[in-house]
């Protein structure tokens, strides 16, 4: 009679902690690849919105024939006063990102909305909202400067030096005051238009919607250069602790912009004053650095 040998049907618990510890390593150097794909996919989508908001302006000049102001003003009227416009929507008062709605493909929130946040419901448009932005709602929408009302949000700000007096970016003009390509003396493509920044920066939330007239009002989407000249190269130091009246890049990898000319690119925090007021002032008359 022959005696088959015993076969064994599992791991011992050497072998099972063997597997278990090596699963934790793959995991371990899988994640930080992972979350540089997403980081890297992020960053191209809002280089997307940048780019979107760039190339809409265009289409804006060519219907109006000039840009709207910066901040909430009224726009496209010619009048040196504020209209404030409490006809039905749309209205005539309201920042760039208000009146360039129609241009990214948001016509219907545009004509069902007033400019003014306090009085009307808002919506969350996706092109505003990065999602790299690491304060941005989930839903899109955030309390507004108003108390009791909900705005929706915005992950980017507009330049004041071109929408506004390009020596000091700090009134926002009625009726508008930029033009393409009067206006960008220095040409287009060397002239940032659009920039990152956080959502909600110490507690000021930002939002397409706001209607502030004075472009360094804290919860205005609009950032003025001027008014903080010495200190507006972009804040890189997260959320925590941001600056409010700058652009904050979302990444290590730099700022990312959007030009007048549609295109975007990528401007690292390592970049001279000079070169960075040069970008952002379209009628300065200087060549860009080396370092731009």
Request: charged share 10%; net charge neutral; aromatic share 14%.
């Amino acid at each position: 009679m022959t005696i088959q040998p015993k076969t064994r049907s599992g791991f011992t618990l050497i072998e099972l902690l063997v597997v278990i510890a090596i699963i934790a390593i793959l995991i371990g150097l899988l994640l930080p690849a992972v979350q540089k794909v997403r980081e890297a996919a992020a960053r191209t989508q809002s280089k997307n919105n940048l780019k979107q908001m760039s190339l809409a302006l265009h289409n804006l000049h060519d219907t109006y024939g000039k840009l709207p102001p910066g901040g909430a003003n009224s726009f496209p009227s010619a009048s040196g006063s504020i209209n404030w416009n409490w006809a039905p929507p749309p209205g005539s008062y309201g920042n760039v990102f208000y009146h360039l709605l129609p241009f990214i493909e948001q016509d219907n929130v545009y004509k069902n909305t007033w400019a003014r946040s306090a009085y009307s419901p808002q919506a969350a448009i996706k092109t505003y909202i990065a999602p790299g932005d690491p304060t941005a709602p989930a839903n899109g929408m955030a309390p507004g400067s108003w108390s009791g009302n909900v705005n929706g949000a915005v992950s980017y700000s507009p330049n004041t030096y071109v929408f506004d007096y390009p020596t000091t970016g700090t009134s926002s003009i009625a009726g508008g005051y930029a033009r393409i390509p009067a206006t960008f003396q220095d040409g287009t493509s060397n002239t940032i238009v659009f920039a990152e920044r956080f959502h909600n920066c110490q507690g000021y939330y930002h939002s397409w919607s706001d209607d502030s007239t004075t472009t360094d009002y804290i919860w205005t989407p609009t950032i003025n250069p001027a008014y903080w000249a010495s200190g507006q190269i972009f804040d890189s130091s997260g959320p925590s602790q941001c600056s409010y009246w700058k652009y904050n890049a979302f990444s290590l990898a730099g700022l990312n912009v959007g030009l007048g000319d549609g295109s975007v690119r990528t401007v690292n925090s390592g970049i001279s004053w000079a070169t960075w007021y040069y970008a952002l002032n379209p009628q300065d008359g200087q060549v860009l650095g080396s370092d731009w």
